[in-house]
């Protein structure tokens, strides 16, 4: 058969993630992440995964079962996952275990570089179960995630 299955032929989709406070982006301590807005940066992403082909679905919640539902939710719909959970980094094993039952390959990124800060930012629940973790990059840590994301998937 020389058929192109669907599959083959169907256009990759991720969902970019931000979790809590993150909204306040460009107001919240811009000392540690800069003055660019969530708004900005989900524009430079859209762009981007327009450069690649790729459909993008954006969500920030403040809440983790939202979080959690969202994971859930993207089984069937999304391909990969980027993910920024902010502050549940450090404490959401639901956060993890929705990742680890979706098994959707997951890119976590920060914006700062959270071995550089304090000791109870250095630890992700998320981390051993991502393909891979950028931080440190500010805006462009979602972006080299995307990139890292897609290449991961298509090479
Ligand atoms: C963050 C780092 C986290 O420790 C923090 O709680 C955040 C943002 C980052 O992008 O640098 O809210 O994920």
Redesign the pocket.
Known sequence: MSGVYPESSSKLSFLIIH????NLLGVREPGI?GSVTLESINRLLVEKAESFGVDLSVIQSNHEGVLVDAIQNSLGKHQGIII?A??Y??TSVAIRDALSAVKIPTVEV???N?YQ?EIF?HHSYIAPIAVGQISGFGANSYLLGLEALYQHLTQ
Not at 19 to 22: I, S
């Open positions: 979790g809590p406070n993150l992440y920024n902010a502050a980094t450090h920060h914006l700062s959270i800060r930012r």
